[in-house]
């Protein structure tokens, strides 16, 4: 560690902190090979993605969203946390950070580890189905055995609504619960950790400048440049995996 100057500082600041927030984004789940939808390359440059407003009016819409849920379903199954994700969880474990805000739809906080009401999903979770009415759980299998039959969209069966998966689609209102209390911990934080975000998509990405406004050291771990890298206290442009899981001394 004395030779790494960058992983000395971010081990000081985890090991002062006493309410670390770590906000995440598809940087940290595709060292567990979930691609980056929004990347040059991703999925929605080639294809663009459904509006919620044509999921609500179009059976055929509807059944288009399932049919590419479906493909991508083995990727999201066989997906496993990483080192990354392992690091976060340890942090949570020990009662460092006190949630983790994330923007990715995979459940690998919550796989790794990480309780799920210290997991605030901003853009939902796609590992299970609901009802757009009564909020009713469905379970994806379930919902494929029955779409490969005859390709219709499900319906609830408790209230007829549109089933959908529990994310939250182009076109659709953020959840405002989980706003407000990634609003409310992001305040609390004296430790804001970014990892693996380019904070281009708003409202999420406010949400490391609130923290910092309300003093808390901002760090962001990613690749690529991001538009809040003038005002972090440290930018690793490194593994997540590597950086984090040396920082909180976990394999
Ligand atoms: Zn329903």
């Known amino acids: 560690m004395a030779d ?118 901003l853009h939902g979770n796609t590992t299970y189905a609901h009802c757009l009415d009564c909020a009713g759980r469905y379970e994806i299998e379930v919902i494929r055995r029955s779409f490969e039959r005859d390709e219709t969209a499900p319906i609830c069966n408790a209230c007829g609504g549109f089933v959908k998966t529990a994310t939250i689609s182009f076109g659709q209102a953020m959840p405002p619960e989980a706003m407000r209390r990634a609003e409310t911990e992001t305040i609390a934080a004296d430790l804001f950790i970014v990892a693996g975000s380019s904070l281009v998509v708003y409202p999420a990405a406010a949400f490391p400048e609130l923290a910092k406004r309300y003093g808390a050291a901002l760090v962001i771990i990613n690749r690529e440049p991001t538009g809040l890298d003038a005002i972090a206290d440290i930018v690793l442009r490194r593994s997540i995996g590597e950086i984090l899981g040396a920082a909180v001394g976990i394999d």
């Open 4 to 121: 790494d100057p960058q992983l000395a500082e971010l081990t000081r600041l985890i090991d002062r902190s006493h309410h670390t927030v770590v906000f995440t984004g598809a940087g940290i789940s595709t060292e567990s090979g979930i691609p980056d939808f929004r990347s040059p390359g991703g999925i929605w440059t080639r294809m663009a993605p459904i509006d919620f407003a044509d999921f609500l009016a179009s059976e055929e819409a509807r059944r288009e969203t399932w049919r590419r849920r479906f493909a991508m379903e083995e990727m999201f199954r066989a997906a496993a946390p990483n080192r990354g994700h392992r690091a976060v969880a340890e942090l949570v474990r020990r009662g460092t950070a006190a949630a983790v805000i994330t923007q990715n739809i995979d459940g690998l906080h919550q796989a790794s580890g990480v309780p799920a009401d210290r997991v605030i999903e």
